[in-house]
């Protein structure tokens, strides 16, 4: 069967096949169109300006990356782009701003849309839109960003659930930030977790890099050298010693920590072979021993949350989703088998769609006037 994507494209080519439209000397039939367009992004900007077609734009920001889903009226996704942060609590509300311009821009591009072309709306599921006062200033500045579009602003919870459609629910977000979110057979809502990287947030990608650069330190005080893995992080950092990342670190913690999370994560996928090192060896088995924390961690938002949903002991879906889901084969199978051992009747999985698609999908229903938020 035909996606959304397939059937806007043969309804392209069906109208570029079918019209015949004179302006001067230029022939906008289906051959000419072709050959002036090599591409077809190209040949549906042109017939996107032609048709006045209207679309809409979805946001998903977190605090390591902003994505971006461009989406027409008829639900086909167009485009999809990805710019730096946008929690405006860890990165300030301009930075904010800015990563969601570019990630606009980008898309609009991509899509090959006209130049100044504007979304007839937008929906931005931001983390750290939670509080009301923030929400309330993201959506202000979007309305200035955006002067032509109708606004919505939700937070990444909301984006979550969004995307698992009906049913009883557990989404886990392991990114920048960690927490979890779900529903239960009547339709209650519930969180856990998402506290903020200075009360809480275990498990999260800054948790890892806080816990992956103290076993460095520690190592170092123990034996007056770097580990192979405290060595990895400093060269991640462009740090000489522990003396400048902690200067880095209290200057603005964000930037340090969760971007090591990449470097444990590759340690830890490490493949033990016969010439590998004692120091490899140890470095591995520290790497792990820090995802083996933070995969309990994560596995008790998961715990508290269907506690409260009274989830435990029934049918429920279990959906990973963040920046730090696939990249780890060793983090993913310690998850998923304590997920397993404490819902054995549990479906774990991913979100049917993303969150920027599902942002993208609740701006569709601003259009038909299913949502009240505006400018």
């Known amino acids: 069967m035909a996606g959304p994507t397939q059937v806007k494209e043969s309804v392209w080519g069906a109208r570029a096949a079918s019209l015949r439209v004179r302006r001067g000397t230029v022939d906008l039939s289906s051959a000419r169109l072709r050959t002036l367009f090599s591409s077809v992004n190209a040949l549906r900007g042109v017939l996107a300006y032609a048709f006045c077609m ?7 920001g977190g605090g390591t990356k902003t994505d971006c889903v461009l989406m027409d009226e008829s639900g086909a996704i167009l485009a999809r782009s990805q710019a730096g942060p946008s929690n405006p609590l860890r990165v300030g509300f301009g930075a904010a701003i800015s ?6 821009q980008q898309a609009i591009a ?3 849309l006209p130049e100044g072309a504007t979304a007839a709306a937008l929906c931005a599921g931001l983390a750290g839109a939670g509080p009301p006062e923030s ?7 979007l309305a200035s960003e955006f002067p032509e579009s109708k606004v919505q602003v939700c937070t990444d919870l909301d ?15 392991a990114g920048t930030g960690s927490f979890a979110v779900g529903q239960n057979t009547v339709s209650e809502t519930a969180r856990a977790g998402g506290y903020g990287s200075q009360i809480g947030d275990e498990g999260s990608a800054y948790d890892i890099g806080r816990r992956a650069v103290l076993t460095a330190m520690h190592e170092n005080d123990r034996t007056g050298a770097d580990s192979v893995l405290g060595q990895r992080l400093l060269r991640e950092l462009g740090c000489a010693d522990w003396s400048e990342v902690k200067a880095r670190a209290q200057a603005a913690s964000d ?37 083996r924390a933070a995969a309990f961690d994560l596995a008790r938002l998961a715990e508290n949350l ?7 002991g029934t ?4 959906a990973k989703t963040g920046g730090m889901i696939g990249r780890s084969k060793y983090l993913e199978s310690q998850i998923d088998e304590r997920l397993r051992n404490a819902f054995p009747q549990a479906e774990i999985g991913s979100l049917r769609v993303s969150p920027a698609e599902a942002a993208a999908r609740m701006a569709l229903r601003l259009l038909s006037g299913g949502d009240n938020a505006g400018h």
């Open 54 to 60: 209207r679309f809409v734009l979805g946001f998903d």
């Open 99 to 104: 990563s969601i311009r570019e990630a606009a």
């Open 110 to 112: 991509q899509a090959a």
């Open 135 to 141: 929400a309330e200033k993201i959506r202000a500045l």
């Open 159 to 173: 984006l979550a659930l969004a995307a698992t459609g009906d049913g009883p629910v557990v989404v886990l977000l």
């Open 255 to 291: 930037e340090v920590f969760p971007r090591l999370f990449a470097v444990v994560a590759t340690v830890a996928d490490w493949v033990e072979t016969s010439t590998e090192t004692s120091a490899q060896t140890a470095a591995r088995n520290a790497a792990r021993g820090i995802l």
């Open 306 to 312: 269907a506690e409260r949903l009274h989830l435990r």
């Open 315 to 318: 049918q429920f879906d279990i």
